[in-house]
Nanobody
Framework: QVQLVESGGGLVLPGESLRLSCAVTGSLSSIRSMAWYRQAPGNERELVALITSGGSTSYADSVKGRFTIARDNAEKKMYLRMTSLKPEDTAVYFC??????????????WGQGTQVTVSS
């Protein structure tokens, strides 16, 4: 039983920064990874950044060097620090969590999304 709630989106100018947050309810013990996805109008949902339960991270090529994913287990939150934002970063950003289920299976949970708009 995992629920995710994103926050921190908004309207910013190109070159500015934002930090998105994902608050987790339920147990973290069986979550093997969490990730940020985004979906722009007319586009497919794409993986932006991922962090495993062991702390390993990975990023889409389009955001490497600009975005940083992190987690705080004590606060039960995941973050996405976004810098040097570009208009092409405009999208709805979604938090996800993959929860271990049985042997080898998992359930994927999604937040409701938060809008990030980068425009002058």
């Amino acid at each position: 039983q995992v629920q995710l709630v994103e926050s921190g989106g908004g309207l910013v100018l190109p070159g500015e920064s934002l930090r998105l947050s994902c608050a987790v309810t339920g147990s973290l013990s069986s979550i093997r990874s969490m990730a940020w996805y985004r979906q722009a109008p007319g586009n497919e949902r794409e993986l932006v950044a991922l962090i495993t339960s062991g702390g390993s991270t990975s990023y889409a090529d389009s955001v490497k060097g600009r975005f940083t994913i992190a987690r705080d287990n004590a606060e039960k939150k995941m973050y996405l620090r976004m810098t040097s934002l570009k208009p092409e970063d405009t999208a709805v950003y979604f938090c996800s969590a993959d929860r271990t289920y049985g042997s080898g299976g998992f359930l994927r949970y999604w937040g409701q999304g938060t809008q990030v708009t980068v425009s002058s």
